[in-house]
C-alpha cells in the first residue's frame, strides 16, 4: 500500500508541476502579450505624437510664409510710395533742365540716379519716341516704344507698375505749360532683406 501511496504522491506531483509550468508558461504568455500590446501601443503614441508634430511644423511653414509674403507686400507698397515721391522733384528738376536745354545735365541726373543703390536704369524719350538720355548708353539708339511697349509716351500722369523681377517702373511725364516736354522712366529695384 505504501508503494501505491507513493505512486499516488508521485503522480499528483507530477500533476501538480505540470499544472506548475501550464501557469508559468501562461503567466509567460500573458507577459508577452502585455510587452507586445504595450510595444504598439508604444509606436502608435510615438507615430501619432509624430504626426502631430509634423502638422505643426507644416502650419508654422505656412503661417511664416504668410508672415513673408505680408511683410513683402508692405515692403513694396512702402518702395512704390517712396518712389512716387521722389518721381513729382525729379520731374520738376528734369522739367527746369529740358526747358533750359540742358541735356548734359539731365544725363548727369541719370548717371548719379543709377549709381544709388536700387536704381536700375533711367530714360527720357521725347513725345515723338526718340530717346534723347538714357542711363545706359545703347538704349539711346532706340524707340522710346520699343523700349516700353506698354508705356503712352503722351500721359500726363505719373504712373507707378511691377515690371517683373522685382522691379518697379515709375513712368513720369515732363509737362511744360502748355505741351508735353517728354517722358522719363525709371527703374528701380528695392534692396532685399533677408528672411528671417
Same mark, same amino acid.
Given at each position: 500500500?505504501?508503494?501505491?501511496?507513493?505512486?499516488?504522491?508521485?503522480?499528483?506531483?507530477?500533476?501538480?508541476?505540470?499544472?506548475? @509550468? $501550464? +501557469?508559468?508558461?501562461?503567466?509567460?504568455?500573458?507577459?508577452?502579450?502585455?510587452?507586445?500590446?504595450?510595444?504598439? =501601443?508604444?509606436?502608435? *503614441?510615438?507615430?501619432?505624437?509624430?504626426? @502631430?508634430? *509634423?502638422?505643426?511644423?507644416?502650419?508654422?511653414?505656412?503661417?511664416?510664409?504668410?508672415?513673408?509674403?505680408?511683410?513683402?507686400?508692405?515692403?513694396?507698397?512702402?518702395?512704390?510710395? *517712396?518712389?512716387?515721391?521722389?518721381?513729382?522733384?525729379?520731374? =520738376?528738376?528734369?522739367? @527746369?533742365?529740358? +526747358?533750359?536745354?540742358?541735356? #548734359?545735365?539731365?544725363?548727369?541726373?541719370?548717371?548719379?540716379?543709377?549709381?544709388?543703390?536700387?536704381?536700375?536704369?533711367?530714360?527720357? *524719350?521725347?513725345?515723338?519716341? $526718340?530717346?534723347?538720355?538714357?542711363?545706359? @548708353?545703347?538704349?539711346?539708339?532706340?524707340?522710346?516704344?520699343?523700349?516700353?511697349?506698354?508705356?503712352?509716351?503722351?500721359?500726363?500722369?505719373?504712373?507707378?507698375?511691377?515690371?517683373? #523681377?522685382?522691379?518697379?517702373?515709375?513712368?513720369?511725364?515732363?509737362?511744360?505749360? #502748355?505741351?508735353?516736354?517728354?517722358?522719363?522712366?525709371?527703374?528701380?529695384?528695392?534692396?532685399?532683406?533677408?528672411?528671417?
Amino acid at each position: 500500500m505504501d508503494q501505491f501511496e507513493n505512486n499516488g504522491t508521485a503522480a499528483s506531483k507530477s500533476g501538480g508541476m505540470s499544472r506548475e @509550468r $501550464k +501557469i508559468m508558461l501562461g503567466l509567460v504568455v500573458a507577459l508577452l502579450i502585455v510587452a507586445v500590446g504595450m510595444y504598439g =501601443w508604444k509606436v502608435a *503614441a510615438v507615430e501619432a505624437v509624430e504626426n @502631430r508634430l *509634423a502638422q505643426v511644423e507644416a502650419q508654422q511653414a505656412e503661417a511664416h510664409a504668410q508672415l513673408i509674403g505680408q511683410a513683402k507686400q508692405l515692403d513694396d507698397r512702402r518702395a512704390e510710395e *517712396a518712389l512716387h515721391l521722389f518721381s513729382i522733384p525729379f520731374a =520738376w528738376a528734369v522739367r @527746369r533742365e529740358l +526747358i533750359a536745354g540742358n541735356l #548734359n545735365q539731365v544725363d548727369q541726373y541719370f548717371g548719379q540716379l543709377v549709381q544709388m543703390r536700387g536704381f536700375k536704369s533711367a530714360v527720357l *524719350a521725347k513725345p515723338d519716341s $526718340k530717346v534723347i538720355v538714357a542711363s545706359d @548708353r545703347k538704349k539711346l539708339a532706340e524707340t522710346f516704344s520699343s523700349l516700353y511697349p506698354d508705356v503712352d509716351p503722351n500721359s500726363n500722369e505719373i504712373k507707378l507698375e511691377k515690371a517683373g #523681377n522685382e522691379i518697379f517702373r515709375a513712368i513720369i511725364p515732363i509737362l511744360g505749360l #502748355n505741351k508735353h516736354l517728354g517722358m522719363v522712366v525709371l527703374e528701380y529695384m528695392p534692396p532685399a532683406h533677408p528672411a528671417q
